[in-house]
C-alpha cells in the first residue's frame, strides 16, 4: 500500500538501514510490546508503569531517569550486527548519575 501511494505522488521510496537489534540481558522475560500491550488491556498488568512492561514509563517508575536511557542508548551506538548488553548497564549508568 505504502509504495503505491509513494507512485501515485511520485516521491521518492525511502531508504531503510537496518542498524540490528538490541537485547537485553537479565530482563527475566520476553520484551515485547504487543504482549504487553494485551496484559495491559485484561487487567493483569495495572498499567504502562507496571515494572513488568518493561516501558519507558515502568523505568521511570523504578526510579531510572532520562538522562540514563539516553546515555544507555549513546553508549551502544549504531551497529549493523545484534548485540546483547547487560540491564545492569542502564543500572549502573543510573546509578553514576544520581551520586
Given amino acids: ?55 519507558v514509563q515502568s523505568l521511570a517508575r523504578r526510579g531510572i531517569r532520562p538522562e540514563s536511557i539516553k546515555e544507555f542508548v549513546k553508549r551502544i551506538g549504531l551497529n549493523k550486527q545484534d548485540i546483547t548488553i547487560p540491564i545492569e548497564n542502564l543500572y549502573a549508568i543510573n546509578r553514576q548519575l544520581i551520586d
Avoid: C, N, Q
Fill in 1 to 55: 500500500m505504502e509504495k503505491y501511494i509513494w507512485d501515485l505522488f511520485k516521491w521518492d521510496h525511502p531508504i531503510l538501514i537496518h542498524t540490528g537489534l538490541v537485547k537485553l540481558e537479565g530482563v527475566g522475560a520476553k520484551l515485547s510490546k504487543s504482549k504487553a500491550g494485551k496484559e495491559v488491556k485484561s487487567g493483569e498488568f495495572s498499567g504502562w508503569d507496571d515494572p513488568r512492561t518493561w516501558s
